[in-house]
């Protein structure tokens, strides 16, 4: 009976995790191919250029979010033009530091052209560095940029501003001026750290005889829908830790409602985010701001834009106001140290870690030790799945000592289920009695299990949605680890020259991982259910076609794991004296082949 329990037990977590891994296999590509082609069509029927919609997320007659730059070379305003020819739209400030390349426009003081150094599109060294920011006017425009509310000839995106100097990087700040004629002189001094967050500080001063009162703004633009994953246990889309919560809102739903705002926030930050990519506004900590999220809805463009309150500023004053903008990619160790070193509120959930953030933050931090002691992110999957089998070895041992003593009273389990056949109350009663006398804790066996689902989830948290596992390489074939097994089956591993349709994607790693869950199941007694013997006996066989499109580390891990879970058994198993089902079960297999 505890067998049976035992079994119901793991047929019911191996059947979630396989809702889990089935619909983000039947649902979630699906899903992204339709997000690819609406992103195409949205496109298509997006605005020519400089001829977007107002902003959706600042007050009425704020700068738009995507107007043209002042006097741009002739270009045709049918369709969107080249990213070479938006960056040629303004005299431009280069940046340059060990992390991002780019440049910040004179013209509108915008940054606007950021690539990362250090991340490519593909595994080849040669292919070409992840663009984040692209200028206003081209396919797929997404920049930053800040300003200023309340007055009369502020400056906006067609601002010619006066840069100090023609390059930005570590240690080289640049100032921005500006003087509107009437009195206001604007300067923007913009300084960058050696990874990916700019100090933006605003300072007006009133030249004129009468007093002004004005509020800054930051604000991150995309233009176009992004291909997500769509993945449910990531987010991707606009988000903030504002109003003392986490706020998710998805592109989809941001569309529907056109806009989500935040009256007063005091500490916190907002932006935009994808799997291994963000921008976020992170406004003075010891200030209160209001933010919100926007989207028009059709064109799409959407906004995120923290605004500060209104400041006076009396004749001969001056005022000055900072926002810093992280822009780059989402390492653990960058953000985490921006946390630390402005008081940011909870930037550790730009990362998104999941609902067992408890375990899964400390996992990635032991799994960040060991990479950097070995160098090598698949060795270290394999070394943190054994040290969490060590972890959870004392609970596994009891686990089969409650089993083998389970079994060794089995015949008087049954007498007792036989002599009370009739009388449920009475067998409840004789078997808790039997369970006292051998000191025998039903439960043993199913807690190990229950404990261990919470971690295995966390584990899969953190395989999949960290930076640190993009490209990373393990050995021969396997070049990046974020990737599927690039081997198929199916063109008998790349000798026949045509690549099978996605659902016949078979690699070697999930093979293997098929084989070792298949071995794992042989280790104990076949299911006398007939239903549920099928079930066991198809299940290698779906998880292994499910996880043939998953990353290249998660299928490692889990054959890993498959291979440590049969020895461990194996060897409590022999310890205890209980028979190993697992020779006479493959003998019979193969007998029946």
Not at 130 to 143: C, E, M, Q, R, T
Not at 204 to 221: D, E
Not at 387 to 410: D, G, T
């Amino acid at each position: 009976m505890q067998s049976e329990d035992n079994r119901n037990l793991l047929l019911a977590i191996v059947l979630s995790v396989g809702v889990m891994v089935g619909w983000n296999y039947f649902y979630g590509a699906p899903k992204i191919d339709q997000q690819r082609q609406a992103a195409q069509q949205t496109q298509a029927a997006q605005p020519p250029a400089g001829q977007a919609p107002s902003s959706t997320v600042l007050p009425s007659g704020a700068p738009a979010a995507t107007a043209p730059a002042a006097q741009p070379p002739a270009v045709s305003v049918a369709a969107p033009v080249t990213r070479e020819a938006a960056l040629a739209r303004s005299p431009r400030v280069r940046i340059e530091t060990p992390s991002l390349t780019g440049s910040i426009a004179v013209i509108g003081a915008r940054i606007d052209d950021l690539s990362l150094v250090r991340y490519r599109e593909t595994v080849d060294p040669k292919s070409p560095n992840i663009v984040l920011y692209v200028p206003d006017g081209a396919k797929d425009a997404y920049f930053a940029d800040f300003g200023w509310l309340g007055g009369q000839n502020l400056p906006n995106e067609n601002t010619q501003w006066q840069p100090s100097g023609d390059v930005l990087k570590p240690g080289t700040p640049l100032t921005l001026t500006y003087d509107n004629g009437q009195g206001l002189v604007f300067t923007r001094r913009i300084e960058v750290d050696d990874k990916y967050l700019f100090t933006v500080t605003d300072s007006v001063r009133n030249n004129g005889a009468a007093p002004v009162a004005l509020q800054n703004y930051g604000r991150v633009t995309r233009k176009g829908t992004p291909t997500v994953l769509g993945f449910y246990i990531l987010h991707e889309g606009l988000i903030g830790y504002v109003a003392d919560k986490l706020q998710e809102v998805s592109f989809d739903s941001i569309r529907k409602d056109k806009s989500k705002t935040f009256a007063r926030s005091e500490g916190g930050w907002l932006g935009l985010t994808e799997k291994y990519w963000a921008s976020a506004l992170i406004p003075d900590q010891k200030k209160p701001f209001s933010a919100a999220f926007g989207s028009n809805g059709n064109d799409p463009v959407y906004e995120s834009a923290a605004i500060t309150e209104v400041q006076q500023v009396a004749p001969g004053a001056s005022i000055d106001s900072t926002i810093r903008l992280f822009a780059g990619a989402k390492e653990v160790n960058a953000i985490n140290g921006y946390g630390d070193a402005f008081g940011v509120k909870n930037f550790d959930l730009m990362i998104d870690w999941g609902w067992f953030y408890f375990i899964t933050k400390p996992m990635f931090w032991v799994m960040d030790k060991v990479f950097h002691l070995i160098g090598n992110f698949g060795v270290t999957i394999l070394i943190v799945t054994v040290l969490i089998k060590l972890l959870f070895f004392p609970l596994a041992n009891k686990s089969y000592e409650s089993m083998a003593k389970m079994k060794a009273v089995q015949p008087e389990m049954l007498a007792i289920r036989d002599r009370f056949a009739d009388d449920k109350m009475k067998q409840q009663q004789a078997m808790m009695e039997l369970y006292k006398k051998e000191k025998i804790n039903p439960m043993a066996g199913c807690l190990p299990v229950l404990i261990q689902i919470p971690v295995f989830f966390a584990l899969y948290k953190v395989l999949f949605v960290t930076i640190e596992m993009r490209h990373a390489p393990f050995f021969g074939w396997i070049k990046d680890l974020s990737a599927q097994d690039p081997t198929n089956l199916f063109n008998l591993f790349g000798l026949l020259p045509f690549t099978p349709p996605s659902m016949l994607h078979l690699g070697v790693w999930p093979i293997i991982m098929g084989i070792t869950m298949w071995v794992q199941m042989k280790m104990n007694p076949e299911p006398t259910d007939p239903i549920q013997k099928t079930m066991f006996a198809w299940m290698p066989v779906i998880f292994t076609f499910m996880l043939g499109s998953f990353p290249a580390g998660l299928v490692i891990y889990w054959a890993w794991n498959n291979i440590l879970s049969v020895a461990q058994q194996y060897l409590i198993m022999k310890k205890l004296g209980t028979k190993i089902e697992l020779w006479d079960n493959l003998k019979g297999t193969f007998r029946r082949g």
